[in-house]
């Protein structure tokens, strides 16, 4: 059994569209990532959260600590979104199985 | 590009081999991560080091060793190579040996067996 949930598996978006990936784990963590994995291979960190809301240019990944759950949402999103999300607890080192995101021009 | 240099990028190899993944942290960083992505499996963390000590262990097979190194690189070394094996093994650096800090990446090295 995976600790970490991600859903959904896999996204096809229209460019311009609201995107929202998610994440739920089931035991209390004391950070969570979100990763984006380009089909090169190469992995990015693009958050680390341990509460509330983060926000890095069109990305806003927010997290809620009681509920154990996060969100990664994109805005206005465009064809080089097109990537694997990954969430991972950082405590116990478990990753989710990752969303693969494609945005169609 | 993240400063986590991995090398070498791509191997390949014959079961039953051994070969040693090098990966040097950013500068500054005493934390050096391993993980394991295969195919059928996800991304899966192997384990950690901190300043030359090992921290923490996750699914690392007894047929896979690390040390971290007085300058701080690191070798992930795998033996008894099989098939399974196949996967992009990255490494990642963080300054701290805690669960807060920010994780930097390298570009992974993608290893196969045949």
């Known amino acids: 059994k995976n600790e970490v949930e991600q859903s959904p598996q896999n996204l096809t978006a229209q460019e311009g569209e609201f995107i929202t990936i998610n994440c739920s784990y089931s035991?209390?963590?004391?950070?969570l990532h979100w990763l984006q994995q380009h089909p090169g291979g190469g992995i990015v960190s693009l958050f680390m959260?341990?509460?509330g809301k983060k926000k890095h240019g069109r990305l806003i990944a927010t997290i809620n600590i009681q509920e154990k759950h996060s969100s990664l949402h994109i805005t206005a999103s465009h064809p080089r979104d097109s990537a694997v999300y990954i969430c991972?607890?950082?405590?116990?080192?478990?990753f989710g199985t990752g969303t693969s995101l494609t945005v169609i021009p | 590009d993240s400063g986590v240099t991995q090398t070498p990028k791509h191997l390949i190899t014959a079961t039953g081999q051994r070969v040693t993944l090098r990966c040097s942290p950013r500068?500054?960083?005493?934390?050096v991560y391993w993980y394991q992505q295969s195919l059928d499996q996800g991304l899966q963390f192997l384990i950690q080091?901190?300043?030359?000590?090992?921290?923490a262990k996750g699914n690392i097979l007894e047929r896979f060793s690390a040390q971290q190194f007085p300058d701080l690189h690191s070798e992930l070394n795998l033996s008894s190579l099989e098939l399974g094996d196949s996967a992009l093994y990255f490494c990642?650096?963080?300054?701290?040996?805690?669960?807060?800090?920010?994780?930097?990446f390298g570009e992974g090295s993608r290893l196969t067996v045949l």
């Open positions: 035991v209390g963590i004391s950070a």
């Open positions: 991972a607890r950082r405590n116990q080192f478990y």
């Open positions: 990642a650096s963080s300054v701290g040996g805690g669960y807060t800090g920010e994780l930097f």
């Open positions: 500068s500054g960083d005493l934390s």
């Open positions: 959260l341990s509460s």
């Open positions: 080091y901190y300043n030359g000590e090992e921290r």
